[in-house]
T-cell receptor, first 113, second 112 residues
Framework: GAVVSQHPSWVICKSGTSVKIECRSL??????MFWYRQFPKQSLMLMAT?????????EQGVEKDKFLINHASLTLSTLTVTSAHPEDSSFYIC?????????FGPGTRLTVL | RKEVEQDPGPFNVPEGATVAFNCTYS??????FFWYRQDCRKEPKLLMS???SGNEDGRFTAQLNRASQYISLLIRDSKLSDSATYLC?????????????FGSGTRLSIRP
């Protein structure tokens, strides 16, 4: 199957800093990618849909100015958590569709101190 | 009402048992249905797609009932390695580029 990578796999940062997470489709092109967040013992919650060459579509309750998404190429989408705070600590996962299946990246575990 | 609902469990069953999960969805126009498996601190991985006619893959059987809007997953002869969270996933659109909806997951623990 198709492969999606994420970088970094984990990051620890101080409160107030910004963190960029990359999501890449390695062997296919993705005009759309999805960003999810998962808190402990909860399911994945869709944050936004990343669209290549246009603005991302954010889910209700997700602040677009706090979670900046850029989808500059057909194989790369980035999520920047700006001015991160401890409550932003979570597991961030991206996915990209290929044919009729969603392929997930391995996730990025963010811890904000 | 949640778009996709699952019994969160946990289900704790002995090795070799048969276990079944159900999932209901609210959008009657939904097009595609899946079961994903997620291990602790890992990304979800596709277990199987769910078709109207029902489908089987080894010890796993998935069924879809469009009239009642529910999906089921049956695991026979459960193994220790089946311990995971099982996510019911619904695609309300016609394209894989449509955003998919996750259920909250059902936790399964297989004991020796």
């Amino acid at each position: 199957g198709a492969v999606v990578s994420q970088h970094p796999s984990w990051v620890i940062c101080k409160s107030g800093t910004s963190v960029k997470i990359e999501c890449r489709s390695l062997d296919f092109q993705a005009t759309t990618m999805f960003w999810y967040r998962q808190f402990p013992k909860q399911s994945l919650m869709l944050m936004a849909t990343s669209n290549e060459g246009s603005k991302a579509t954010y889910e209700q309750g997700v602040e677009k100015d706090k979670f900046l998404i850029n989808h500059a190429s057909l194989t790369l989408s980035t999520l920047t958590v700006t001015s991160a705070h401890p409550e932003d600590s979570s597991f961030y996962i991206c996915s990209a569709p290929d044919y009729n299946e969603q392929f997930f990246g391995p996730g990025t575990r963010l811890t904000v101190l | 009402r949640k778009e996709v609902e699952q019994d969160p469990g946990p289900f704790n069953v002995p090795e070799g048992a048969t276990v079944a999960f159900n999932c209901t969805y609210s959008n009657s126009a939904s097009q595609s249905f899946f079961w994903y498996r997620q291990d602790c601190r890992k990304e979800p991985k596709l277990l199987m797609s769910v078709y109207s006619s029902g489908n089987e893959d080894g010890r796993f059987t998935a069924q879809l009932n469009r009239a009642s809007q529910y999906i089921s997953l049956l695991i026979r002869d459960s193994k220790l390695s089946d311990s995971a969270t099982y996510l019911c996933v619904v695609n309300p659109g016609y394209s894989s580029a449509s955003k998919i909806i996750f259920g909250s997951g059902t936790r399964l623990s297989i004991r020796p």
